[in-house]
């Protein structure tokens, strides 16, 4: 039974549900505001970029980048891991909130969730960009051929990871594809434009509320969100093993799984929160999305920002305690105190120790100061990634071989290029989607009104 | 290495990138021009006007004079590329043998015939000099424009698209019409329409690289059929470094020599095919035969290891070349054929003292474990066997 | 009925395309035998199918230009060609400057790969670097194409008739005629010199070598009345003292005495001695890496302690008693060691001062070594070369006396210290005519170039040391309009010129009366012609005489204050004439581990003081260099490599680094190459970017390359490997050990044996199509090399212990690259061997990461046909050195060493069609073939008898890394140093 | 639909009025049609008595997957073309385990889908059958069958309203 008092209220002014639809919709049907065409403007000069990075990557070959034969992996599999690790905020929030009966998610699911989508979008072009032949990435399907048939190699990672990630992909999409449908038919049974109401109406597949509808619908959320909560440890546990299943000091360690599980949470809900704050001060959008969906978040991310902490010095008791020379000198003299000790301690300062201010309940509510601390954590993620990527394979076993790595500014451009398509994606999002699920508000909604007879002690209300 | 794929993948492209115009032109229903225009103004006969070689060529094709009483040329000796076998020198060949030859010597081969055959075919002719040499002036120009391109054929590809418009009706009605009373009518057309596209795809892309069947016409026309097959001459009299040495070899044009220098005139083809054979070593020019097996770059064959040490037949991947009289190309060459055969075919492994080194299979052997040892368990289908 | 495109451009526009052929088919057939039609065409392998295909065809073309029935082939080869088959070919390797007995690997007549004739007794089936890439300088695209005359093309006969005039004018007048030539070891060809000589006289022959052995022939001419190299015979040697002579690296006969050196250090088979080596020298050379006791001295200190060391000596031994100046360094020890080896000793010296020389003959003599270690009777021949003649060339020239200048093989506007007078001078001679294969300085400079064909276009004979003849063959024919020099010399005097017959008729007469084998002189001349060689055994009577000792210990001059500079040769481009080869520019420098540049090596501790680090730029002496920080430089010393700085050589040689030999300095009628009193500043705020392929010094303490000493050794053989057994013993596997049903192919590198010389890296470059990426990508560490040498140091930074230790892939049994490969293009083979599918790599780089060893090579670019990469494989030229049976690899993809499977390949089908079992050392990788050192042995795993199968028995094998369990089939012995306790 | 079938719609304000209309219309032995809501209300679906075997079916999909899965990896892997990885055995079952899981979800979800869509027939291009447009807005509709209700109009009428329907009225499909 969910207690309002714990948490405050989870809307703001008493809004009848029409009302909530309206203002939910408020931006589809509004005039588009200057600074959207400002910043969808910005971000397709990023995108611009990015396609470019990618079009000199295509037609040259890999070797514009800064990776080496020593360093093969650099730019890109930082940025593929950070992406993927944003990209588990909106699973985690679906799933692990309604796992938790937290009903206070709703109004934040769906942005996480189409930050979800776009952040694997993103994620899944860096793999395929990296690999030397791109136009033959299909040899990696295990599909029958005539060479033999030549099968793939079931013990690789990277196999692991191409299946995790297409499946996250499109599991991803149809969960939030199929939350947004019962919204799309209120778009188009409320909307005045004829073409919205076409447009909208094919994209509700014929929706229209019915109880047998919602039926299958709630038996539809079930499964899919039973299955996705496996989804949300698998994958980013799979990604983990591309580095836990080597050899490389530093990345063999049976710790990476849960460490990358929590670290992509806890990267995800930074940039939820990053997205919240802009979403509540851009639409206004701040009666859905209230002070204290935002210290909820940011409670979240003090949790999750210790175990960030444990998990770090885990790890460099492990690489002590374990006694390999090897291990020991990348954790203490590469990673701590080596050439590549900015990002070790960016690393560590950021995730672990800045998101301890949100122990103070005043940070908590200072909405730029929590925005501002967002930002920090999706750096130091970033920098956790750079550090796990480059710095082991930069000194590893055989001294001769050691080399330093140095992006170029094709690798630059490309992920600015994908900055600029999430970005431009999460805008598009703003522009044409609901976004908040106003089916699930309108349902939480009634715990916010006056009508508190329903709520009798033995009345049950336990569905979700 | 993947260089020519990447190409050919390029192709692909070409092909998509014509389907999408294609398919343009389909929809909007814009009736083609023929405009494919004959902008060859540059032919090299400067000095002869184009109406005489469309003269000599309406002449070569039998369409000139009204009167004619004898065959037209073209019905011997072929323009375009023929599935069977034509005996008769084609039109090609000939222009390009006379290309640099001047009329009279071009005139003399034809209306004084040597040789059986050609004796009893050009007998009839009863050709004006004035024609004669509009023909010789056609068949100039072709040696330098090269035989007229039959076209791809395009049936696969309307096929393809007419999928495609059906497709695209049929979906449009799923969402859109609904003209059609029953749901399942379209929905199965929409099914099956995807399924042959698929194939169609699927069929093209395992294809590419490959050319099962391919049969190019030859230089000169050397029916294996007749040397193989009637004469019984040993596959590896001429193809004779097969047992010892990577590539089976083309025979030297000298050992042509050994029966050529005797046989001058061919049941079926009369003199033509082998006066090239006998002029090739007078002029010590040899003959630039079309490879027909291309195994792509990064695969290393090797005829020593298979005619010479599994000693298996020519015919198990060559087919039955004693009946082909233009030589084809039977197997797709494709990898799973080599690997399925590998897995299939025993090796002689007690009679071979390099097998000596394989104490633990032998050892099997002898107690009974496995009964044969087939290439496979030897490591034919590593892939470092073929690939490196 | 389809219909198939035969290429792209004749689906694009076929008439277009048929009306090229037509038109072009006559050019085309006449290239057929270069293939160039089909190069463009198609791709390499296309080409080469075709070209096995049409094999019979090519050679009626073939057999009116290739000389088929004078080419005999070696060993068992039938005497036709094969479509798909190899023909080897006996041969010999010299361009002036260091001899090898070759063996040529020719496929579709093509010479594709240089291998070592284990017949011979001087390179005994090694060789070096430059040797391994003398291939590619046939397919240069820098060669002369034809004659020309003041850069206008020209006919022979045009040319010859003019020459010839002018030389008959010349000699009416008695006009002086001056044949400058690199030194030549030719007997014939000497013969062809006198009787042009004898026709045109007037005509002095001056024999040049840019770094000359000037001090040790003018010494001996003294201490015994003739200028000879002695024959150092460093396998028969207990103790070698070097002085500044870099012998495994670049002194006079480097495979020679590698080959000796490390069979006098090989601790196989309970060998329980072992050569010790000290070395004194400024720079840290291969020599110096290699010694187990190095001083690192000024250049102008090497007087004194030659002189130091010969009064210890003489002390002992009663002889002459001389003093002078007083050496910097105690060489007691050194001179007991010396004593105590009498007559197993050698002490050399690479200084080109005749008195330092001489005292060296002096030590030598004392110690008892000649006719012991260090032989009379072959003397070495290479280098013949006495500086003062080509001095007094010089101001014959600047007078005017010199009317016709004839340029064979010499360069001396670049390489000689006054170049630039000879470039003044070389304009006023009325005739001057250079008969270079390929531009260089000189020939720039010359009115008439009559270039020469390429050695393996061209017959010749050698005598590398005196009573020990080889025989070159050409294995291909010309591929330019170009003539040996022999052959247009004879035509000038109006001689027979066809040189074969006359090498013949030579060996008839000379040759052959020397031995007793056979009566018959063809068999004579098939025979030596087959092995390549033809060794006789003379005996000496030169006699020691200590004349001008004494004087020479007075003439030692004192050590010199300041920074001194010192010279030297490079392993890989040497003096400069091959810098127009790309694997040669690629070669990292043993030491320094730098490719594409020479550059400034200075001390540790003078970097420090003066706040330098690596790529900054100094000014020596007014020429700008990238500073390199060497330890093991000599205090108060900088070293800097010649043979750079080439301003004509060709596309790739043309501005790589600085040209140092107008440093090198003339003093009492010898080049000595260094330079005192240097005046040296650090030029602010400039960097020169440096292909640096090694960074890291230090093995951090980790068990990689694994030492001990030779008193340890002989006290416990496994010391130095004692982890081995603890690896072994807590080695846990989840899995059973692999099983190998047939062979288990194997490699063994004895640390002991490998001097780091890098001639593997040329040999597998050249065997296995290995792509030159140039020095931006180089710096990029992204060399392709399939095998690299790590170097380490350790101990002290300003006299460090270096080793080396060859890595390629270790075909290891529990392969970690394997795992990770999503598309299974990297699985093992029952044989043993990490495969790599590259036609199935997508090029996820996961296996580059996951191998410990980072032996795994991705192609960042396309680097064949790229003009971005304008190396040798941008050119239909170039790639004609391709080796057919390897797949050239493109942009995408990951390769790496693949233990040249298709050399294991081939015997093991040769022995199937045979019938028998694979012979021990029969399948050889061409790294082990080449190894001037024996270091690296391949064989199957197997088979118990083996001899790798011993060496992995053996004490002092290790696994590298094999506490990772990755099961490696590359096995190291530890390196044993013979450092006095 | 079948075509002229008269309805009567009851359109009420909130969940809360819905849900007692709702039961006694139930208890009345009234026979709905259909409710429509703008979010799910438990009481109502478990009203209606419609029951879904969506889960059973995902959870028959998985076991489908899984023993496919496994079987074709097992297959692929050491069956048809068994390849040296490592020196690891051909069978590398933990290996398999992973592929299986996501794989298994994936198809899973795929499946589930469909199957959703063709229970709840909810497909693209399916036309809307709009009873009432404010359904998906804010109002509360009880759908119920003239003919089939079993209760008269006006009953149900005097029901509804005094149930707190806002609105009831009738409506006949075309």
Known sequence: MYKTDVRGKLIDGEKSLSQISQEILAPIDAKVPKWWYIAMGISLVMLALGVKSIYITLTQGIGTWGVNSTVAWGWEIINFVWWIGIGHAGTAFSIFLLILRQKWRTAINRAAEAMTVVAVFCAALFPLMHMGRPWLFFYIFPYPNTRGPLWVNFNSPLFWDFMAISAYLLISASFWYFGMVPDFATIRDTTKSKIKKAIYGFFAFGWVGSSREWLRYEGLAFVLGGIAAVLVVSVHSIVSTDFAVSIEPGWHTTLFPPYFVVGAIFSGFAMVLTLVTLMKKLYKMGDFITENHVDAVCRILVFISLIMGTAYITEIFIAWYSGSEYEMYTFFKNRITGEYAIQFWGMFIFNALLPQLFWSRKVRRNLWVVFVISLFINLGMWFERFNIVVTSLSKNYLPASWAEYHPTFIEIGFFIGTLGMFSAGVLLFFRYIPQIAISEVKMISKYNTQQTDHLKPGHHHDYE | ?388 | ?981 | ?174
Not at chain 3, 235 to 256: H, I, P, R, Y
Not at chain 3, 856 to 868: I, L, S
Not at chain 3, 949 to 956: G, M, P, Q
């Open chain 2, 1 to 388: 290495m993947r260089n020519s794929t990447f190409l050919r993948h390029l192709m692909r492209l070409k092909t998509f990138a014509f389907l999408l115009f294609l398919s343009f032109f389909i929809v909007t229903s814009i009736p083609i021009t023929a405009s494919s225009a004959e902008d060859d103004t540059d032919v090299i006969a400067e000095d002869h006007s184009h109406i005489d070689i469309k003269r000599g060529e309406r002449f070569f094709k039998g369409l000139l004079p009204k009167d004619r009483k004898f065959e037209s040329c073209v019905s011997c000796h072929n323009l375009t590329h023929t599935d069977t076998l034509n005996w008769n020198p084609s039109a090609m060949a000939i222009a390009v043998k006379f290309a640099g030859k001047d009329f009279s010597e071009f005139q003399s081969a034809v209306m004084q015939p040597v040789g059986k055959k050609m004796e009893a075919s050009h007998k009839d002719f009863a050709i004006e000099e004035s024609d004669l040499k509009k023909v010789k002036l056609y068949l100039d120009e072709l040696a330098v424009t090269g035989p007229p391109s039959a076209g791809p054929t395009i049936n696969q590809i309307i096929i393809f698209l007419f999928l495609g418009l059906l497709m695209t009706l049929a979906l449009l009605d799923l969402i859109f019409f609904h003209k059609i009373k029953y749901r399942y009518v379209t929905v199965i057309i929409l099914i099956v329409a995807v399924i042959v596209q698929v194939k169609m795809v699927a069929d093209a892309a395992i294809s590419l690289g490959r050319s099962q069947n391919y049969a190019p016409d030859q230089p000169i026309k050397f029916s294996h059929k007749v040397h193989a097959g009637d004469n019984k001459i040993d596959c590896k009299y001429c193809h004779h470094t097969a047992e010892f040495s990577k590539s089976a070899g083309i025979p030297a044009m000298e050992l042509c020599m050994n029966c050529h220098v005797l046989v001058r005139e061919g049941a079926n083809s009369g003199k033509f095919e082998i006066a090239k054979v006998v002029e090739a070593n007078e002029t010590k020019t040899p003959v630039e035969w079309i490879r027909l097996h291309n195994l792509p770059d990064h695969v290393f064959f090797s005829h020593a290891q298979h005619v010479g040490i599994a000693k298996v037949d020519c015919q198990k991947c060559h087919g039955d070349v004693a009946q082909m009289n233009i030589m084809k190309q039977t197997s797709d060459l494709s990898m799973g054929w080599c690997i399925n055969c590998h897995r299939d075919t025993k090796v002689n492994f007690k009679d071979n003292a390099y097998y000596d080194n394989y104490m633990k299979l032998h050892d099997q052997l002898k107690g009974g474990g496995i009964d044969t040892i087939r290439a496979v368990n030897i490591g034919a289908n590593d892939c470092m066997r073929c690939h490196y």
């Open chain 4, 1 to 174: 639909m079948i075509t002229n079938r008269k309805y009567l719609v009851g359109v009420f304000d909130d969940e809360h009025t819905l849900k007692d209309a709702f039961q006694k219309a139930l208890d009345k032995g009234v026979v709905i049609e259909e409710v429509y809501t703008p979010y799910p209300i438990h009481e109502i679906l478990h009203g209606m008595k419609n029951k879904t075997n969506i889960t059973t079916a995902a959870f028959f999909y998985g076991l489908f997957a899984v023993v496919m899965l496994i079987g074709g990896m097992y297959y692929a892997a050491v069956v048809d073309w068994p390849l040296h990885f490592g020196g690891k055995p051909f069978n590398t079952f933990p290996s398999f385990i992973v592929v299986t899981i996501v794989a298994t979800i994936l198809t899973i979800t795929i499946l589930t889908l469909f199957t959703f869509s063709a229970r709840a027939k909810i497909f693209p291009g399916k036309k809307e059958e709009i009873i009432d447009i404010r359904a998906t807005d804010d109002k509360f509709i009880i759908l119920l069958d003239q003919d089939k209700m079993g209760i008269d109009k006006p009953e149900v009428t005097k029901l509804f309203q005094a149930n707190g329907a806002s609105e009831v009225y009738e409506k006949e499909s075309n």
């Open chain 3, 1 to 981: 009925m389809k219909t198939y495109w035969r290429s792209i451009e004749e689906l694009a526009n076929p008439k277009e395309l048929r009306r090229e052929e037509v038109r072009e088919e006559a050019k085309q057939k006449s290239m057929l035998m270069r293939g160039d039609n089909e190069l463009n065409a198609a791709s390499r392998r296309d080409f080469l199918k075709t070209f096995g295909f049409g094999i019979a065809a090519a050679s009626i073309v073939a057999s009116c230009k290739r000389p088929v029935d004078k080419a005999i082939p070696y060993l068992v080869k039938p005497d036709e060609i094969n479509p798909g088959t190899a023909n080897y070919y006996a041969s010999s390797y010299f361009e002036g400057n260091e001899y090898g007995s070759i063996i040529v690997k020719v496929r579709d007549g093509r010479p594709i790969k240089i291998e070592g004739n284990t017949l011979s007794s001087i390179s005994q089936g090694g060789t070096s670097a430059r040797m391994q890439a003398s291939v590619l300088n046939l397919y240069d695209d820098a060669r002369f194409k034809g004659p020309s005359k003041s850069g206008q093309e020209i006919t022979w006969d045009a040319a010859d008739a003019e020459i010839v005039a002018q030389l008959t004018t010349l000699k009416s007048q008695g006009g002086k005629v001056v044949i400058l030539s690199s030194t030549i070891i030719s007997p014939s060809t000497r013969d062809v010199i006198q009787k042009f000589i004898e026709k045109q006289t007037n005509t002095e022959w001056i024999q040049y070598d840019p770094v000359s052995a000037s001090g040790i022939l003018e010494a001996n001419q003294k201490s015994f009345g003739s200028a000879f190299i002695p024959d150092y015979r460093f396998n028969k040697a207990k103790v070698v003292v070097s002085f500044g002579a870099d012998f495994l690296g670049s002194w006079l006969s480097t495979v020679e005495y590698t080959k000796g050196y490390t069979s006098a250090r090989q601790l196989q088979n309970d060998r329980k001695e072992m050569l010790r080596h000290y070395q004194f020298e400024s720079g840290m050379t291969l020599s110096g890496s290699n010694a187990d006791v190095r001083f690192p001295i000024k250049p102008s200190e090497e007087g004194a302690i030659v002189l130091a060391l010969y009064i210890a000596v003489a002390k002992s031994k009663g002889g002459q008693v001389l003093s002078g100046v007083q050496s910097t360094v105690d060489i007691s020890d050194l001179a007991k060691d010396l004593l105590e080896n009498e007559k197993q000793s050698i002490v050399i010296s690479g200084s080109n001062d005749v008195n330092i020389q001489l005292l060296v003959n002096g030590i030598n003599q004392l110690l008892g070594n000649y006719g012991q270690t260090i032989g009379l009777e072959n003397s070495l021949r290479t280098k013949q070369g006495i500086d003062q003649d080509t001095d007094r060339l010089l101001s014959d020239l600047k007078a005017g006396n010199v009317k016709a200048l004839l340029v064979w093989n010499a360069n001396p506007v670049y390489d000689h210290p006054k170049g630039k007078d000879f470039a003044e001078v070389i304009k006023k001679t009325s005739l001057s005519v250079s008969f270079s294969e390929r531009p260089d300085e000189t020939t720039a400079l010359c009115q008439y170039v009559l270039p020469e064909s390429n050695l393996l276009e061209s017959w010749n004979d050698l005598e590398p040391k005196a009573g020990i003849y080889s025989l070159s063959q050409p294995v291909i024919a010309p591929i330019f309009n170009s003539r040996q020099v022999q052959v247009t010399l004879l035509k000038w005097i109006g001689a027979d010129n066809n040189y074969r017959d006359y090498i013949k008729t030579f060996w008839k007469e000379t040759q052959f009366p020397k031995q007793k084998n056979t009566t018959d002189f063809r068999q004579f001349w098939n025979t030596s012609l087959q092995n390549g060689v033809f060794e006789t055994v003379l005996e000496s009577k030169l006699v020691y005489s200590p004349e001008g000792l004494s004087q020479a210990a007075n003439q030692v001059k004192p050590v010199v204050a300041g920074l001194e500079v010192a010279l030297y040769e490079s392993v890989a481009i040497g003096n400069g004439k091959f810098a127009n080869n790309p694997w040669l520019q690629e070669l990292p420098d043993p030491v320094a581990k730098i490719s594409w540049d020479n550059f400034a090596a200075v001390p540790v501790a003078y970097a420090a003081e003066n706040a330098l680090k690596n790529e900054d730029v100094i000014l020596v002496n007014g020429i700008e260099l990238p500073v390199f920080v060497q330890p093991g430089q000599a205090k108060d010393t900088i070293s800097v490599a010649l043979g750079y700085g080439r301003e004509i050589a060709g596309k790739v040689g043309d501005q790589t680094g600085t040209n140092l030999y107008p440093f090198v300095g003339i003093d009492s009628g010898t080049r000595h190459y260094f330079l005192t009193s240097a005046k040296v500043e650090k030029v602010a705020g400039k960097l020169f970017q440096l292909a640096i392929s090694q960074t890291h010094y230090s093995m951090e303490g980790r068990p990689i390359v694994r030492e001990t000493t030779l008193d340890e050794y002989i006290k416990n053989p496994v010391s130095g490997n004692e982890i081995k057994a603890e690896h072994e013993e807590k080695s846990v596997s989840l899995y059973e050990a692999p099983v190998y049903n047939g062979h288990h192919w194997g490699m063994a590198v004895d640390l002991n044996s490998c001097t780091g010389c890098g001639n593997c890296a040329v040999a597998c470059q050249a065997e296995n199509n290995i792509q030159v990426i140039g020095k931006e990508q180089v710096r990029n560490r992204r060399i392709m090399h399939w095998i690299r040498i790590d170097r380490y140091y350790s101990e002290n930074p300003e006299n460090p212990k270096v080793s080396f230790q060859p890595v390629m892939c270790q075909h290891c049994g529990n392969a970690p690259c394997e795992n990770v490969c999503p598309v299974a293009a990297t699985p093992h083979s029952e044989e043993g061997l990490n495969q790599m599918a590259y036609n199935r790599c997508v090029g996820t780089k996961y296996c580059v990461n996951n191998c410990p060893y980072k032996v795994r090579r991705f192609n960042w670019f396309q680097y064949v046909k790229n003009d971005k990469f304008d190396f040798a494989s941008n050119s239909d030229l170039g790639r004609m050195v391709l080796n057919p049976d390897v797949t050239v690899r493109s942009r995408g993809v990951v390769e790496k060493c693949s233990m040249c499977v298709q050399r294991i390949q081939e015997k093991k089908q040769l022995a199937k069609l045979e019938g028998r079992a694979i012979a021990e050392g029969e399948i050889k990788t061409a790294c082990s073939q080449s190894c001037p050192g024996n270091a690296i042995v391949f064989g199957d795993l197997e088979n118990p008898e083996s001899r790798i199968s011993k060496l992995f028995k053996d004490k002092r094998n290790y696994h590298l890394l094999e506490e990772l369990h990755t099961l490696p089939s590359v096995g190291y012995l530890t390196k044993v140093r013979n450092t006095k306790a």
